[in-house]
């Protein structure tokens, strides 16, 4: 089967395997004439990488390359990207990459006509309107992970390098205009990167189809995604080749992604102050995290659980799913305990009241108190 569609939700995507040819059309579609591509340091001498810089040359969009962007990218990253922008006289982002890249490239794009700090614009209450929205240059997005949903996310995550707090930045016109979801792009993740950000799409639709605000929409689309992970992480992660799964992985981020403004949990309001303070992988630290959460969570979402153990084709109910995720981990190499990933107990304080302040806890279905992040911690890591 080949899958190759156009959609125009939530933003204009253009799915399909090669469609990275599209990318200068793309490009024009969005208005940008001068791009600057932002990825992340790891991406910046890959072969596609440079193939998509080799598309914007051909087509006479020029060849420019932000990519001083660490993995969970803070304001220093954003503030170099605003300025080669500003230099290179640009007029719109091309954001490539997993979530760092992407987040980056949006906020690069969001904050090169803004005059006020990019803290001010926090995703808390009103504060987007604080921004001069004409002044926010398009991006365009092209995930070459399979995770984090960001490519049609109207937020960018960054990281406090002071503070070691990540904070989300939120304005609705981040919403990349274009998407171009190419699963090639996705072969040559290392294993472990297809794991974690593989999880992490699983943790969005979870998260999403658990936490118990009004959003029939997100939830229908959480409970099919979680069923694209069950059915297709196996089999990437069995032939790293297989273009069909991957595009299926690939539905399923962007899935979690449209899913979670339902809101997400505890299995992020945990693993965001981990991935501050001890840089470790955003998925693979919810990996870790995610059956401590679901007994946490048990008595209000054991109903709802069973009912897409029965859709995702578990037996067994809330236990069925439980173990099925516990086997996930296991079969995928996803480590027991937080310690494996560099994770040690003495900074558990800050953690937990990092951890109830994180905007995701508000989505919990358990509230999450002091007490409990704290003993979650304490079992996790
Ligand atoms: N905006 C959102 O809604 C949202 C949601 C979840 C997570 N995030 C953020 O996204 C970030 C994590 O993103 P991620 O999990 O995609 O990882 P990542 O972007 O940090 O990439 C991980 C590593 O994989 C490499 N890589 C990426 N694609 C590759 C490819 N195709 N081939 C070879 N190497 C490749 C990168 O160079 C990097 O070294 C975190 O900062 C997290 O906070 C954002
Ligand atoms: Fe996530």
């Keep these: 089967m080949s899958l190759t569609a156009n959609w125009s939700y939530p933003t204009a995507i253009r799915f399909g395997a090669g469609r990275i040819s599209e990318l200068a059309e793309a490009c024009k579609a969005a208005g940008i004439t001068r791009p600057l591509l932002v990825t992340d340091k790891g991406l910046a001498n890959l072969p596609i990488t440079q193939n998509a810089l080799d598309l914007l040359e051909r087509a006479g969009l020029g060849r420019a390359l932000f990519a001083d962007v660490d993995p969970n990218p803070n304001e220093i990253n954003l503030a170099a990207g605003v300025a080669a922008f500003r230099a290179g006289g640009h007029d719109g982002v091309v954001a490539f990459g997993g979530g760092s890249g992407l987040d980056l490239g949006k906020l690069v794009a969001f904050m090169a006509g803004q005059t006020r700090p990019v803290w001010d614009f926090e995703d808390i209450g009103d504060w987007w309107t604080r921004a001069d929205a004409d002044a926010i240059a398009p991006n365009i997005a092209v995930p070459t992970t399979a995770g984090t949903g960001s490519e049609v996310g109207r937020a960018g995550v960054l990281t406090n390098s002071e503070t070691h707090v990540k904070k989300i930045i939120f304005h609705p016109k981040v919403l990349p205009s274009v998407v171009i979801c190419d699963p090639e792009l996705t072969v040559g993740m290392p294993k472990m990167i297809t794991v974690g950000t593989g999880m992490d799409a699983f943790a969005h639709c979870l998260e999403a189809f ?10 229908g689309i959480a ?3 979680m069923r694209l992970v069950k059915e297709n992480l196996p089999k990437v992660l069995a032939n790293a080749d297989d273009i069909e799964a991957r595009g299926h992985m690939m539905s399923a981020a962007a899935m979690g992604a449209t899913a979670f403004q339902k809101g997400l949990g505890a299995v992020h309001a ?6 501050a303070v001890y840089n470790t992988h955003h998925g693979m630290t919810n990996a870790v995290v995610i059956p ?6 048990r008595a209000a979402i054991e ?4 009912s897409a153990a029965a859709y ?3 037996s067994g109910g809330f236990d069925g799913f439980y173990d099925h ?3 996930m981990r296991s079969d995928f190499g ?20 990092n951890a109830i302040e994180d905007p995701s806890a508000g989505g919990n279905p358990v509230e999450l108190t002091l007490a409990a992040a704290r003993a979650l911690f304490e079992e996790c890591i």
């Design 223 to 225: 409970l099919e995604g």
């Design 325 to 327: 995720v516990l086997s």
């Design 210 to 219: 658990s936490s118990p605000h009004y959003h029939p929409m997100s939830q």
């Design 334 to 353: 996803v480590p027991d305990k937080l310690r494996d990933l560099g994770v040690d107990d003495t900074r558990i304080d800050e953690l937990a009241a």
């Design 270 to 275: 945990l693993s965001h102050p981990i991935g």
């Design 312 to 314: 995702l084709g578990i």
């Design 303 to 306: 109903d709802r659980i069973a």
């Design 292 to 297: 401590p959460v679901l007994r946490f969570n």
